[in-house]
């Protein structure tokens, strides 16, 4: 069965530091992706970053970088040059298809973070 | 633009009533998600369907049921509304695939009084 794990309830970060929130996941599956979503405190789900089981580099956008390590199936998210605008709920989730051709997507418990200035 | 609507932001419903929550979108993807989001639970899963019609239990189906009768229409059903069933409830369309992103709608605050 699908499982994704987020270990740190909530983290903190200095402003225009980096930080970095895990994200372990269980899958029997050869192929699947991994996906990490913003919720600001007005609720909305806003996507950040997707890796692909089969990617061989590591997926970034922007200040977001995703540390793939599938051999310990982690999928940490990296954020360089924390801003204030940061401070969100940030969840992990991962999409596999159990032989199906479509996918269940799956979410952590989410990692609250916070930005000081 | 991507668009995933909710019928309400806010909804109040007393114990025992049957509660529909309607979600509707433009993108004509397949796969549409009913989640429910309790502090300390993250997101789970109630019930993903892949097709019009088609519905497969989440990780969290009991006490609920869902309708799709039409691509762009998924509707979540509380046959008897409980205390335990008020959380928000976020609605998310993807296409097929695994490598897709779901598009989110904005929530629905439950409260079962």
């Known amino acids: 069965a699908q499982k994704i794990t987020q270990t740190q309830p909530g983290m903190f970060v200095q402003e225009k530091e980096a930080v970095t929130l895990d994200c372990t996941y269980d899958t029997s599956d050869q192929s699947y992706g991994l996906f990490w979503y913003k919720q600001p405190s007005s609720g909305e789900m806003i996507f950040l970053i997707y890796q692909g089981s089969y990617d061989e580099q590591n997926a970034t956008e922007g200040r977001y970088s995703l540390n793939f390590q599938k051999a310990r199936k982690s999928a940490n998210l990296v954020i360089s040059a924390s801003q204030l605008g940061d401070s969100a709920m940030y969840f992990c989730a991962m999409r596999d298809g159990g032989g199906t051709s479509y996918g269940k997507l799956t979410f952590g418990q989410g990692t609250i973070l916070t930005v000081h200035p | 633009d991507v668009k995933v609507t909710q019928s309400s932001r806010y909804l109040v419903k007393r114990t025992g009533e049957k509660v529909f929550l309607e979600c509707v979108q433009d993108?004509?993807?397949?796969?549409m998600f009913w989640y429910r989001q309790d502090p300390g639970l993250g997101l789970r899963l109630i019930y993903f369907?892949?097709?019009?019609?088609?519905?497969e239990k989440g990780d969290i189906p009991e006490g609920y049921s869902v309708s799709r009768e039409k691509k762009e229409r998924f509707s979540l059903i509380l046959e008897s509304a409980s205390t335990n069933q008020t959380s928000m409830y976020l609605c998310a369309s993807s296409p097929t695939g695994l490598v897709t992103e779901a598009f989110f709608g904005q929530g629905t605050r439950l409260t079962v009084v």
């Open positions: 993108m004509d993807h397949e796969n």
């Open positions: 369907s892949y097709d019009v019609k088609m519905k």
